[in-house]
């Protein structure tokens, strides 16, 4: 079968997406005749930049239910995280050194928890469950009267997930505690309201949401006022917050991206489930010994991370080349470690060797899965032909039982 | 609209827009991706990394893509752990506010760093009285004469002082002389970064021959776009990163890299010598401006015994407060700045000018003209007219 769609298929939403080209008509202009630097404040170039990040800043302040003065521009979700932890930590450090995180985040959010770890901060790193969701109750029991600060992540980037941010939120706003979470994969997926799920700090991020790249912002809360201390320095922009000419063209592309997003949401929510469950049930339920990695229910419909028994892992990713997919998050994915979140989730080691990540989005087409659906059938079948343990296991071998040789 | 005001940011040139925009259409693009898409991003990110290796003489030096320049000075003075670090009062806010504790040295009346002043510093934070005692004849030689030993508070590492002195001021245009710097800082066995932002465009940036260990530029004051610059460090050179993640520019600053802004960049970093072609000219219309002022008055150009950025110029109108002048020039349509532009909104007077020993009453008066590649005589012309008219509308106010 031919299909009639350019290959290789990108199902890969979650390491990056492609610009909306509407996202990019808007920025044009800023590239060229506005060019201005929205800081300077001597001339009409200037004013020009300025207004339009004013307005950019609106659009994505209203998608998450704050106001615009609570918005930095940073270059990213990585800064943004990075930024949080540490400029709460750093702030507060006198009264509290307690920080409390969960073993799926990101990486940067892990690792600048490292840094401060080795700054001399307490850390307590929350378990998942098989589900890949935190307990509540574990979350109220670490909490101390040290406590600076809670970092739980909205959507999973690996797995999809949707940890309770509202159960959450009105825990560490009981107890006193600021509340972080990285959304970069939930901001515009999904609605997310900072007062409604009594969020302080909120990292997101423009090239999740068919925006630029080298744009984001951190939501920092103004009532009650949290206050941390910057980790780039200089000329004050951003309330002093965050150093740095301001990129306009990005910035506007990201305040219009967040603007779709909003005014989109509900039918792309829609679009995206019908397809996800399309390809769950041709791939999942009917191709044996596929299991879905996380809660079933509690999750984003565009990510779906399957395992695929007895196969290996490698050769399924050559095999399926066709599909633009990932193994785990982007920025690891080079590396042929299995996934610490799958680990994390009791995932033994060769499924999440043999687990893909398979991202569906804004552009993803039926005509597009159902030939993902067609390649992955056809090749599953193949692959497990040639594999000694689909074989045993056909022959009723409990694999469990056998003892591997050491090599 | 004539726009006056090219150190603050520049028009992206044309060539640069065509490497964005395909850059953008060409999404999506992660270059931590293993698939095509992501090893063709990487290739935009690479090539970039190679035309900044070749045009600033950096071969072989590490190149960590940040988010600004502003990120890029952070990153220099912030991320050397255990190091004495030496600025000069005139320094962009990006480096003063982030080297916390550092040693400030001042400037003279024309903006240059005091080299006698340095070397003071730079003696303080060693010792010579525990150098070798003996020359290579065998004669015991006087404390002063000796080599100079690493103080001992600041010993434990290979080196133990950063300074870190633009190579031009963005206000004043004022150019230091980093190669003598450089040259005497390592003498100490120190180590120099520069902060290279307003100098790239304007003058030949070279990171060889200035000798330096540390350089930093941004993209979008020479025609590329916002939203990206870079550290430029020699091998060799230990820093800590401040934003910690996925490991990316070797793991020295995390994040997906801004692909599209970096394909810029390169865009940039390659139709660099079109500026360096006009540096003349525009140096020629400088000073023409200049010389036509200070003809109308005795305005006063700071800087203007030193060794300057061909574009820049930084000058008084007497009498006449500079938030009114630039309210002035912007309703004539010409759009002037009265400083850096980070800071342009605050009303405090420059601490690049007061570092001069400027009077304030004196430096209330400055606004900065930066010429871009684009500006022409007729421009300058309609510009000293306005500024004489402005001048002379004032004073007449002011008399009567």
Redesign the interface.
């Given at each position: 079968m031919k299909p009639n769609i350019k290959l290789?298929i990108?199902l890969?939403?979650q390491?990056?997406?492609?610009?909306d080209p509407r996202v990019?008509e808007v920025m044009?202009p800023y590239?060229?005749?506005k060019?201005?630097?929205p800081?300077?404040?001597?001339?009409?170039?200037?004013w020009e930049a300025e207004a339009a990040v004013e307005k950019a800043r609106k659009q994505v302040a209203d998608l998450i239910g704050a106001s615009e003065k609570e918005i930095i521009f940073?270059?990213?979700?990585?800064?943004s995280?990075?930024m949080a932890l540490k400029g709460i930590a750093h702030f507060y450090k006198d009264k509290k050194d307690h920080i409390i995180t969960v073993v799926t985040e990101?990486?940067?959010?892990l690792?600048?928890c490292?840094?401060l770890e080795q700054e001399g901060f307490k850390l307590t790193y929350l378990p998942v469950g098989k589900n890949g969701l935190i307990d509540l109750q574990d979350l109220k029991n670490a909490i101390t009267d040290r406590t600076a600060i809670v970092s739980i992540m909205a959507i999973n980037n690996e797995i999809g997930v949707i940890q309770d941010l509202k159960e959450i939120g009105k825990i560490t706003r009981e107890r006193g505690v600021f509340f972080h979470t990285d959304a970069a994969q939930g901001f515009g997926k999904i609605p997310l309201n900072v007062e409604e799920m009594n969020i302080d700090l909120m990292s997101i991020?423009g090239?999740k949401i068919y925006g630029?790249?080298?744009?984001g912002a951190l939501y920092v809360r103004r009532r009650p006022r949290v206050r941390l201390e910057p980790?780039?320095?200089?000329?004050?922009?951003e309330r002093g917050m965050r150093?740095?000419?301001?990129?306009?063209?990005?910035i506007v592309g990201f305040g219009e991206a967040a603007a779709i997003a909003q005014k989109e949401m509900p039918e792309e929510y829609a679009r995206v489930k019908r397809l996800s469950d399309k390809f769950y049930n041709a791939v999942a339920r009917e191709i044996p010994d596929v299991f879905l990695n996380g809660d079933e229910t509690q999750r984003y419909p565009g990510n779906l991370n399957l395992s695929f028994a007895y196969i290996e892992g490698e050769s399924m990713i050559m095999a399926i080349?066709d599909l633009?997919?990932?193994s785990g998050?982007?920025?690891?994915?080079?590396s042929l470690e299995p996934s610490y979140v799958l680990r994390s989730l009791g995932v033994e080691e060769e499924m999440a060797h043999t687990s893909i990540r398979f991202g569906i989005g804004r552009f993803t087409t039926e005509a597009e899965i159902d030939y993902a659906i067609e390649v992955i059938r056809s090749n599953i079948e193949k692959l497990r032909q040639m594999s000694p343990l689909w074989e045993m296991v056909q022959e009723g071998v409990d694999l469990k039982s056998i003892e591997w040789a050491a090599h | 609209m004539m726009y006056l005001d090219n150190n603050a940011t520049t028009a992206i040139k044309p060539q640069v827009k065509k490497a964005v925009l395909e850059a953008m259409e060409h999404s999506p693009l992660n270059p931590s991706s293993v698939h095509a898409s992501g090893r063709a991003a990487r290739k935009i990110i690479d090539n970039a990394r190679a035309k900044i290796a070749e045009v600033f003489g950096a071969g072989g030096a590490d190149i960590i893509f940040t988010g600004s320049g502003t990120e890029a000075n952070n990153l220099a003075v912030s991320g050397v752990k255990g190091y004495e670090v030496i600025v000069s009062a005139t320094e962009h806010s990006s480096v003063l506010k982030a080297a916390k504790n550092a040693r400030i040295l001042p400037v003279e009346e024309n903006g240059l760093v005091n080299l006698a002043e340095l070397k003071k510093v730079l003696d303080s934070c060693h010792s010579r009285e525990g150098g070798n005692p003996y020359s290579r004849d065998g004669e015991v030689l006087a404390v002063e004469d000796r080599p100079v030993a690493m103080d001992s508070r600041l010993r434990g590492n290979d080196t133990s002082v950063l300074v870190s002195i633009m190579l031009a001021n963005n206000e004043t245009g004022v150019i230091q002389p980093i190669k003598e710097i450089a040259a005497l800082v390592h003498s100490y066995g120190g180590i120099i970064h520069t902060d290279a932002v307003q100098a790239v465009g304007k003058i030949s940036v070279d990171m060889a021959d200035l000798g330096v260990d540390m350089l930093s530029i941004s993209a979008h004051k020479f025609g590329g776009s916002q939203g990206v610059g870079a550290l430029i460090m020699r091998k060799g050179i230990t820093i800590s990163p401040m934003i910690v993640g996925g490991g990316q520019e070797l793991s020295l600053r995390a994040g997906t890299e801004n692909v599209a802004a970096i394909a810029g960049f390169g865009s940039a970093v390659e139709n660099l010598q079109e500026n360096l072609d006009k540096a003349e000219e525009i140096k020629i219309l400088r000073d023409y401006m200049e010389e036509r002022i200070k003809s109308i008055v005795s305005a006063r150009v700071f800087g203007e015994g030193a060794a300057r950025l061909p574009n820049t110029s930084c000058f008084t109108m007497p009498g006449v407060k500079s938030e009114v002048q630039v309210i002035e020039f912007d309703l004539a349509g010409i759009a002037v700045s009265s400083g850096s532009a980070c800071s342009s909104g605050k009303v405090a007077a420059s601490h690049v000018l007061q570092a001069m020993g400027v009077a304030k009453p004196e430096a209330e008066t400055a606004i900065r003209i930066s010429l871009g590649i684009n500006n022409t005589k007729v421009e300058i012309d309609k510009f000293i007219e306005v500024w004489r008219g402005l001048y002379n509308r004032a004073n007449q106010r002011n008399a009567a």
């Amino acid at each position: 079968m031919k299909p009639n769609i350019k290959l290789p298929i990108y199902l890969d939403y979650q390491a990056t997406t492609p610009m909306d080209p509407r996202v990019l008509e808007v920025m044009i202009p800023y590239f060229t005749e506005k060019f201005g630097n929205p800081h300077s404040r001597s001339h009409s170039y200037g004013w020009e930049a300025e207004a339009a990040v004013e307005k950019a800043r609106k659009q994505v302040a209203d998608l998450i239910g704050a106001s615009e003065k609570e918005i930095i521009f940073t270059s990213g979700a990585t800064e943004s995280n990075n930024m949080a932890l540490k400029g709460i930590a750093h702030f507060y450090k006198d009264k509290k050194d307690h920080i409390i995180t969960v073993v799926t985040e990101h990486k940067c959010v892990l690792d600048a928890c490292r840094h401060l770890e080795q700054e001399g901060f307490k850390l307590t790193y929350l378990p998942v469950g098989k589900n890949g969701l935190i307990d509540l109750q574990d979350l109220k029991n670490a909490i101390t009267d040290r406590t600076a600060i809670v970092s739980i992540m909205a959507i999973n980037n690996e797995i999809g997930v949707i940890q309770d941010l509202k159960e959450i939120g009105k825990i560490t706003r009981e107890r006193g505690v600021f509340f972080h979470t990285d959304a970069a994969q939930g901001f515009g997926k999904i609605p997310l309201n900072v007062e409604e799920m009594n969020i302080d700090l909120m990292s997101i991020s423009g090239h999740k949401i068919y925006g630029p790249k080298g744009i984001g912002a951190l939501y920092v809360r103004r009532r009650p006022r949290v206050r941390l201390e910057p980790l780039i320095n200089g000329g004050g922009q951003e309330r002093g917050m965050r150093s740095g000419t301001l990129p306009t063209p990005l910035i506007v592309g990201f305040g219009e991206a967040a603007a779709i997003a909003q005014k989109e949401m509900p039918e792309e929510y829609a679009r995206v489930k019908r397809l996800s469950d399309k390809f769950y049930n041709a791939v999942a339920r009917e191709i044996p010994d596929v299991f879905l990695n996380g809660d079933e229910t509690q999750r984003y419909p565009g990510n779906l991370n399957l395992s695929f028994a007895y196969i290996e892992g490698e050769s399924m990713i050559m095999a399926i080349k066709d599909l633009a997919v990932s193994s785990g998050s982007a920025c690891t994915s080079a590396s042929l470690e299995p996934s610490y979140v799958l680990r994390s989730l009791g995932v033994e080691e060769e499924m999440a060797h043999t687990s893909i990540r398979f991202g569906i989005g804004r552009f993803t087409t039926e005509a597009e899965i159902d030939y993902a659906i067609e390649v992955i059938r056809s090749n599953i079948e193949k692959l497990r032909q040639m594999s000694p343990l689909w074989e045993m296991v056909q022959e009723g071998v409990d694999l469990k039982s056998i003892e591997w040789a050491a090599h | 609209m004539m726009y006056l005001d090219n150190n603050a940011t520049t028009a992206i040139k044309p060539q640069v827009k065509k490497a964005v925009l395909e850059a953008m259409e060409h999404s999506p693009l992660n270059p931590s991706s293993v698939h095509a898409s992501g090893r063709a991003a990487r290739k935009i990110i690479d090539n970039a990394r190679a035309k900044i290796a070749e045009v600033f003489g950096a071969g072989g030096a590490d190149i960590i893509f940040t988010g600004s320049g502003t990120e890029a000075n952070n990153l220099a003075v912030s991320g050397v752990k255990g190091y004495e670090v030496i600025v000069s009062a005139t320094e962009h806010s990006s480096v003063l506010k982030a080297a916390k504790n550092a040693r400030i040295l001042p400037v003279e009346e024309n903006g240059l760093v005091n080299l006698a002043e340095l070397k003071k510093v730079l003696d303080s934070c060693h010792s010579r009285e525990g150098g070798n005692p003996y020359s290579r004849d065998g004669e015991v030689l006087a404390v002063e004469d000796r080599p100079v030993a690493m103080d001992s508070r600041l010993r434990g590492n290979d080196t133990s002082v950063l300074v870190s002195i633009m190579l031009a001021n963005n206000e004043t245009g004022v150019i230091q002389p980093i190669k003598e710097i450089a040259a005497l800082v390592h003498s100490y066995g120190g180590i120099i970064h520069t902060d290279a932002v307003q100098a790239v465009g304007k003058i030949s940036v070279d990171m060889a021959d200035l000798g330096v260990d540390m350089l930093s530029i941004s993209a979008h004051k020479f025609g590329g776009s916002q939203g990206v610059g870079a550290l430029i460090m020699r091998k060799g050179i230990t820093i800590s990163p401040m934003i910690v993640g996925g490991g990316q520019e070797l793991s020295l600053r995390a994040g997906t890299e801004n692909v599209a802004a970096i394909a810029g960049f390169g865009s940039a970093v390659e139709n660099l010598q079109e500026n360096l072609d006009k540096a003349e000219e525009i140096k020629i219309l400088r000073d023409y401006m200049e010389e036509r002022i200070k003809s109308i008055v005795s305005a006063r150009v700071f800087g203007e015994g030193a060794a300057r950025l061909p574009n820049t110029s930084c000058f008084t109108m007497p009498g006449v407060k500079s938030e009114v002048q630039v309210i002035e020039f912007d309703l004539a349509g010409i759009a002037v700045s009265s400083g850096s532009a980070c800071s342009s909104g605050k009303v405090a007077a420059s601490h690049v000018l007061q570092a001069m020993g400027v009077a304030k009453p004196e430096a209330e008066t400055a606004i900065r003209i930066s010429l871009g590649i684009n500006n022409t005589k007729v421009e300058i012309d309609k510009f000293i007219e306005v500024w004489r008219g402005l001048y002379n509308r004032a004073n007449q106010r002011n008399a009567a």
